[in-house]
């Protein structure tokens, strides 16, 4: 079986994050589906259109590789009150699968729900949050099966660092090489 991802998005969410997510799983060779936990098209915090594959509804009998959550105010707010997202990522954290979150989500939706693990970083406004205060510098933190990053800026190094968690080193190399990253971190 393939590495299958499934990306949250909503209203206000970040679309360079979200973007950048997608962009690089797909480029990797991941399946991915964009779900929208409102309507399939989705305004992003910047006005950008976003259009999803399939409404998180769609989503809630599947099973994925890691479950990743953009940021942004206040499309973290409507992924934190979705009842079947949420559903989705407890299940993912108790069989051991992975999940991710970027900017104000690993503060707004995974603390809030009881999924942040003891390290992760977050938008620097939010870090007062974070369980481990020494991991709010850092830009992309793993703990367990759990992927969090900063912002915006970081987007592209936690993409990368979700191939290599998923799919393995030299995939994330040859990933970013075509792409002019930095690689390795």
């Not at 393939?2 to 973007?19: P, S, W």
């Not at 990797?28 to 950008?48: C, D, P």
């Not at 974070?130 to 936690?158: I, M």
């Not at 990368?160 to 792409?179: C, D, I, Y």
Request: one cysteine or more; aromatic letters at 4%; a negative charge.
């Amino acid at each position: 079986m393939g590495v299958n991802i499934l990306v949250a998005i909503a209203d206000g969410i970040e679309e360079l994050e979200a973007v950048t997510v997608i962009d690089v799983l797909r480029r990797a060779g991941a399946e991915v589906t964009v779900a929208s936990v409102g309507s399939l098209q989705v305004a992003a915090s910047r006005g950008v259109k976003l259009t999803a594959d399939a409404h998180i509804a769609q989503c809630a009998d599947k099973t994925y590789t890691c479950i990743v959550l953009p940021g942004g105010m206040p499309g973290a707010e409507h992924l934190r009150d979705s009842q079947v997202l949420i559903e989705l990522l407890k299940t993912q954290k108790q069989r051991g699968g992975w999940y991710a979150a970027i900017c104000a989500s690993p503060a707004v939706v995974l603390a809030h729900h009881g999924l942040l693990p003891h390290k992760a970083t977050c938008y620097p406004s939010f870090a007062d949050t974070l369980p481990d205060a020494a991991c709010a510098a850092r830009r992309v933190v793993v703990d367990g099966h759990c992927v969090t990053s900063q912002g915006p800026g970081t987007a592209l190094e936690f993409a990368l660092e979700l191939v290599r968690q998923l799919m393995g080193e030299e995939k994330a190399k040859a990933v970013a090489e075509p792409m002019i990253a930095l690689w390795p971190r």
